[in-house]
């Protein structure tokens, strides 16, 4: 029995393969390939994140807005209608007031306005104060659809003033 020696082609084929197999050079390359979907599936949910808490802010400021308008203006019969166009102007995202802005009488409290009846006296020996509130609301929608978020969520901030 003879063996037969390999033809010129078919040694530069496998002298090729084995330089393949030994080589480094594209080692960095494939290693991105594997990585760049891990990072892109960390990093678009984090900006859509921040694009949320951005749209927060911006609702947040609507209603103190809305507070500022109502601190600088009487309330009247039209102040409802004019605190909520404050609202909705202070920002060029869709924000609603809603509930609509009202007014009530109440006392100070470490952390939040115990309602009172107006003219009452608080526990402090003050007047029960004169108050209003404004809320505004703005519907958030991710890029990308999220199991725990569902299709949208709606943002919502509120702001109280003293008037009197």
């Not at 084995?18 to 979907?37: D, H, I, K, R, Y």
């Not at 808490?53 to 103190?64: D, N």
């Not at 004019?82 to 007014?103: D, F, H």
């Not at 509130?133 to 929608?141: G, H, L, M």
């Amino acid at each position: 029995m003879t063996t037969q020696i390999p033809s010129i082609p078919v040694r530069r084929l496998a002298s090729r393969l084995a330089a393949l197999v030994c080589g480094e050079g594209g080692t960095s390359a494939v290693e991105f390939a594997l990585a760049a979907p891990i990072l892109v599936g960390l990093l678009v949910p984090m900006a859509d994140l921040g694009m949320a808490f951005s749209q927060q802010i911006k609702v947040q400021q609507a209603a103190a807005a809305g507070a500022q308008y109502a601190a600088l203006h009487p309330w009247s019969s039209t102040s409802a209608t004019a605190i909520a166009n404050a609202v909705t102007a202070a920002t060029a995202i869709a924000v609603t007031a809603s509930p609509a802005p009202s007014q009530a009488c109440g006392c100070p409290s470490s952390s939040t306005v115990a309602y009172a009846a107006c003219n009452s006296t608080c526990s402090n020996g003050q007047i029960a104060g004169y108050y209003v509130i404004v809320n505004a609301e703005s519907t958030y929608t991710p890029q990308l659809p999220y199991s725990v978020l569902g299709s949208s969520v709606t943002l919502t901030a509120q702001s109280t003033v003293r008037i009197r």
